[in-house]
């Protein structure tokens, strides 16, 4: 039916077309529910469709199916949560009405449907703050429901649902898991309900929930119900698995628990429930919040059991008082009339006889299955205990001739009494032995893991043989007519010792002993047709198992006395004794060992024998040399011998004989998980280490702590095979599969911590416990103890500085790979990383590299780190964006992300580099200071800024082209023109800082394709024209016409007479840089340097004396006015010696620019 599913409307037209309740009916509606169950999603459309029809109708066939579908629907199929929300909503109200039904059964399914919709409209509430109706009548369902737990005529059905009802308003109304990591999102619970929600009160709901738990604590004390009571405890464990916080609640409950309450119920009723209590607290100290309650458990456990066998004693004492009162009933019978009335006689006799005909017929047609079991069984009790045991036996034999089958043994009767009866003269017969028999075992005497069966092959034996204490009768064994010749007296008479044998012989005895078993196994091989289904009764087994007990059973020492002393005889004979003893064991382990994956069983039964027979054997002798770790450790040995002389020491990737061999021990030594570690480590054998550490991590509870430490601890081995085979081991687990997901994720933190920083040890404070505290508080954020940092055997204690990536990466790559399952770890890399140094963070920065790659630039983990990272990470977070974008371009979320961290945070210009050239230009202008500011002298800022402005600025249209980015930037309309960033460096050269200014523009005029003379010529033409001129203009001139010759004209003619018009000497920094300018460009700037007022003309030549002689000469061959001659031939003075003004070259301007 899965395979073909019908059409849902079409079979639900033809159910309603044959008469209603009819088997026509059913059998259509069967059809339909069982393709709605393969095929669901349907399922939906009808129930809302349906349930709205039938509701208001009396019972009927199609209502209860239309129920029990949506109860399906909503509790148990697979379709998506919020399917299953939409159709709680759609059904809620109607739900409500049926609680009201007449129709217990009605009711039922729907507390039943409402159980589960309860959560599902609670979590969808939680978010919707609009569906207040709905709230209401799901308040009102919760009151009704409520009403029926209390309701003392409510059926039991009704109530028990009502009661699973109440449990789940517990579950929901109640605080869920406070840990982040382990919470599930499909756990409703009070910690979702906001604290300003309209309509949904917080505490007023969780305090409710809490007494409504008291109520159910109330009620496992009170109630007389088995049934009630069985349904609490069995939600209970729901309830401690969800909500771990009120498990001590329920431990404590459970503990003080007596069946007080339920005196006179069947004790069968009463042992039910112990049961049920029983179950629920083994299962809590089995599960993962059990361990810190272990003794309150065991010690409830203990006092149950104590009362349930004094229980199980008066039951049993019971049972017999009703059968002793039973015997003496028909003891105390009247006895038969007296002779002299026979007529008296026989009218009785009648009617007895009509008495039991009509009783027999009664009985024919009487249904004992109405009755009680317990009943029953008094009265089969009873009428057995009424016949003497010669008399059942009797009846029995009569019984199997009268059908025919073979009769049993013969049986005489006991001797009866000699007394007279009128009808027959008793006949003495010979006397037998009673009888032995089997007492019937007493259910309220069986424990709860009875039936789990330990290791105790002693049991084997007593199944095989008679038991010692069975008595055969002397009849049997000596003949009654035996002479009295013939007869001996064994009173005085001892058994001849065997031969002493030699070594050879018994060596010689063995082996043929374990031939002849062999040969009797191939013989029964032969024989067997049909081969056991009983596990270790097959010819092999029984085999091994002798071959394996002749070896560590049959031999004692000093026969079959345990040694009483330690003198020298004492100690040469046990030393002879246990060298024949290893010398068999030997030879058994040389007979494994030559093909151990084939004889994995026998040396699995030949080790649990080992370790019972260790145990068994010192209860008796306290000086037992143990035998079992000894040949283990050989074992395990000679093993890897074995792997080590294989073809280039390297084992089948395919045998995990070894690893089923540890998995099944009794007992696993600590030196045998060290073994499994030097196994791991070895490259050519760790896959038997791993594969035997993860078996016993999944199937050896009580090893598995310690064998998931090992593989831990391998996860920070040096070698990067190994630690990557351990990581990729762990990584399976994580996340959901516990306890091994709490474990890894600890262990991974942990070591984690150990990069952070840690106070140094010679600062230590030395204080005594008073000032304990007070030194905690003075400790740096984010400094741990020495002593609180986990330790492996493969790290140093202390990482050492300068950091390597090896050793970092030994501490990060499990946190690394982890991180690729669950990002939340992200969160702690980014807050450690902020409390490590310097290197370490170097190195953080490159080994992330590969995880920011798998995550990509979408992941929401990520982005939202780089928005909230903590302080310190800031360098860790651009390391996270310039992954992002060294290879494409950035997207425009990851744009704004930045942009609007830049505003919100001062952060290092840095973050603007990697997405400067995907803003517009406004943009472009605000942070490219800010980007500018990086320069420091070194090489490395400088070249990043330099790409900066590749990517910024337009080239000029002579050589479009020529230049290339590797980048792919924005619109040509967006981008800067050189003119435009010049002018930008020298406007905002305060927010830069002069240095970097002075920098970023060399790095400007480094880019001769980009800042050509006519663009030298725009910037000075509109710098100069700026009110208020930059400090470094005059610095840039020099440096351009240092650069360019071709500008000298224009800076002579043009800018120097601006600078004149506009009081250059005003500014005493500009006024510097005017003179330093007219020299370098000198004679070309001395027609400019006459328009100078004489004050500052005669200053301009004070400072710069060589000048005179070039101006005096310029004077005198101009001719013009004598006076304005003369008086500037006064200015300059005579003439001198001084060398003539030369053209400045470029180191001449360089040294002269001011710093």
Not at 1052 to 1068: F, G, Y
Request: charged share 25%; net charge negative; aromatic share 6%.
């Amino acid at each position: 039916m899965a395979g073909n599913p019908v059409d849902p409307l079409q079979t639900l037209s033809a159910a309603l077309a044959v008469p209603a309740d009819s088997k026509e009916q059913a059998e259509i509606l069967t059809t339909l529910r069982e393709s709605l169950e393969a095929h669901p999603n349907p399922i939906p459309i009808l129930c809302t469709t349906l349930i709205k029809t039938v509701s208001s109708a009396g019972d009927s066939l199609l209502k209860r199916w239309v129920l029990d579908l949506l109860h399906f629907a909503i509790s148990r199929s697979n379709l998506s949560n919020e399917v299953r929300t939409q159709l709680a909503s759609q059904s809620v109200e109607t739900l409500a009405i049926l609680l009201h039904d007449l129709n217990a059964r009605t009711v039922k399914v729907s507390i039943q449907c409402l159980t589960t919709v309860y959560p599902l409209l609670f979590r969808s509430l939680t978010t919707n703050r609009t569906l207040r109706q709905q709230w209401d009548v799901l308040s009102q369902c919760k009151a009704r429901i409520l009403e029926f737990v209390w309701s003392p005529t409510v059926s039991t059905g009704v109530k028990v649902s009502a009661i699973k009802f109440m449990q789940r308003i517990i579950i929901v109304q109640t605080r869920g898991i406070s840990d982040p990591r382990l919470q599930n999102k499909n756990d409703p619970n009070i910690s979702n309900v906001p604290a300003d929600h309209p309509f949904l009160p917080g505490p007023a709901l969780e305090a409710e929930g809490m007494k409504l738990l008291e109520s159910v604590i109330t009620m496992l004390y009170t109630s007389q119900n088995p049934e009630l009571l069985s349904a609490i405890l069995h939600s209970w464990s729901n309830l401690v698995k969800q909500r771990p916080a009120l498990v001590q609640l329920v431990v404590s409950s459970l503990s003080s628990w007596t069946p007080a309450a339920l005196s006179g119920l069947p004790a069968s009723s009463v042992k039910s429930v112990e049961k049920a209590v029983r179950i629920l607290l083994i299962h809590i100290s089995r599960g993962p919040h059990g361990s810190s309650f272990g003794a309150q458990i065991n010690e409830a456990l203990s006092l149950q059991a104590t009362r349930m066998e004094r229980a199980s004693a008066e039951e049993k004492a019971r049972k017999a008082a009703v059968a002793a009162s039973a015997t003496e009933a028909t003891k105390k019978r009247p006895s038969s009339t007296p002779a002299e009335h026979p007529s008296e006689a026989k009218r009785m006799k009648v009617d007895i006889d009509n008495a039991g005909n009509a009783s027999a017929a009664f009985l024919a047609s009487f249904d004992f299955t109405t009755l009680p079991i317990s009943l029953i069984t008094d009265l089969i009790v009873a009428n057995l205990q009424a016949f003497t045991e010669p008399a059942l036996l009797e009846l029995v034999q009569t019984y199997r001739q009268s059908r025919g089958l073979a009769p049993g043994p013969p049986v005489s009767g006991t001797p009866q009494p000699a007394h007279s009866t009128p009808e027959a003269t008793p006949i003495p017969g010979p006397s037998v032995e009673p009888a032995v028999k089997d007492e019937p075992v007493d259910p309220l005497q069986m424990d709860i893991d009875e039936e789990e069966m330990e290791y105790e092959p002693d049991r084997l034996n007593m199944k095989v043989g008679l038991s010692g204490d069975e008595t055969i009768a002397e009849e049997e064994i000596i003949p009654a007519n035996l002479p009295e010749a013939l007869t001996l007296n064994l009173v005085d008479s001892t058994l001849i010792g065997p031969n002493e044998l030699t070594d050879i012989e018994r060596n010689a005895l063995m082996r043929g002993s374990v031939g002849r078993i062999w040969d009797g196994v191939e013989e029964l091989k032969v024989d067997s047709v049909v081969p056991s289904q009983w596990p270790g009764s097959s010819p092999t087994d029984m085999w091994m198992l002798l071959i394996v007990r002749m070896v560590t059973r049959v031999a004692h020492l000093d026969g079959d006395q345990p040694p009483a002393s330690e003198d020298e005889g004492d100690a040469e004979t046990k030393v002879d004794f246990y060298s024949r003893q290893d010398n068999l064991r030997q030879t058994l382990c040389d007979y494994v060992m030559a093909d151990f994956p084939s004889r994995l069983r026998l040396v699995t039964t030949w080790m649990n024998e080992e370790w019972y027979n260790d145990r068994i054997r010192m209860a008796d002798d306290p000086h037992w040399r143990p035998n079992y770790e000894l040949w283990l450790n050989q074992v395990v040995s000679t093993y890897q011998t074995v792997l080590e002389g294989k073809p280039e020491g390297k084992p089948d990737f395919k045998d995990k004989a070894f690893a089923r061999f540890l998995l099944d021990l009794p007992s696993v030594p600590p030196d045998v998980l060290g073994l499994l570690r030097d196994l791991s480590v070895d490259p050519d054998k760790m896959h038997v280490g791993f594969t035997s550490l993860r078996e016993f991590v999944l199937e050896r509870p009580s090893l598995r702590a310690e064998a998931l430490q090992v593989l831990l601890e391998l996860t920070t081995h040096p070698d990067p095979v190994t630690r990557r085979a351990a990581i990729n081991t762990v990584r399976r687990w994580v996340p959901g599969i516990e306890p091994m997901d709490s474990m890894i994720r600890d262990f991974a933190l942990q070591i984690l911590r150990r990069l952070q920083k840690r106070p140094p040890k010679e600062e230590a404070p030395k204080v005594i416990d008073e000032q304990a505290d007070a030194s905690d508080e003075n400790m740096e954020d984010g400094q741990l103890p020495s002593e609180d940092l986990l330790q492996t055997p493969y790290l140093s204690e202390e990482i050492e500085l300068p950091a390597q990536k090896a050793h970092v990466l030994q501490h990060v790559e499990l946190l690394f790979a982890l991180s690729v399952k669950i990002p939340e770890f992200l969160d702690e890399i980014f807050t450690a990383y902020g409390q490590m140094e310097l290197t370490v963070q170097e190195a953080i920065q490159d080994l992330i590299t590969a995880l920011i790659k798998s995550l990509g630039s979408s992941n929401g983990k990520l982005l939202t780190l780089m928005r909230t990272c903590p302080p310190g990470s800031e360098s860790l977070a651009l390391r996270v964006l310039t992954i992002f974008t060294e290879h494409g371009r950035p997207s425009a979320q990851l744009v704004a992300l930045v942009k609007g961290l830049i505003s919100d945070r001062d952060l290092d210009a840095r973050f603007l580099i990697p997405i400067i050239a995907e803003m517009d230009k406004p943009d472009i202008l605000k942070y490219l200071p800010r980007i500018v500011s990086i320069l420091n002298g070194q090489q490395e800022p400088k070249n990043l800024v330099r790409s900066v402005f590749s990517s910024v600025v337009t080239t000029p249209p002579q050589t479009f082209g020529s230049v290339s980015s590797n980048l792919p930037r924005v619109r040509q309309s967006e981008l800067l023109t050189p003119a435009e960033l010049m002018v930008l460096l020298h406007e905002a050269e305060k927010e830069i800082g002069l240095k970097s200014a002075i920098e970023a523009i060399g790095v400007c005029f480094s880019m001769t394709d980009v800042f050509r003379s006519e663009i030298l010529a725009v910037v000075m033409q509109q710098i100069v024209d700026e009110p208020v001129l930059p400090v470094l203009f005059l610095r840039t001139v020099i440096q351009a016409v240092t650069t360019y010759r071709t500008l000298v004209g224009f800076v002579s003619t043009t800018l120097l007479s601006r600078l004149i018009t506009k009081k250059i000497w005003q500014n005493p920094h500009l006024w510097e840089g005017f003179i330093r300018c007219a020299k370098v460009i000198a004679p070309a700037s001395f027609g400019a340097l006459l328009q100078l007022p004489k004050e500052q003309l005669r200053e301009l030549v004070d400072k710069q004396p060589s000048l005179k002689s070039g101006l005096r000469e310029f004077v005198t061959k101009r001719a013009g006015n004598k006076a304005r001659v003369a008086g500037f031939l006064d200015i300059f003075g005579e003439d001198d010696d001084g060398p003539p003004v030369a053209p400045a070259t470029p180191d001449v301007v360089a040294a002269s620019v001011p710093a």
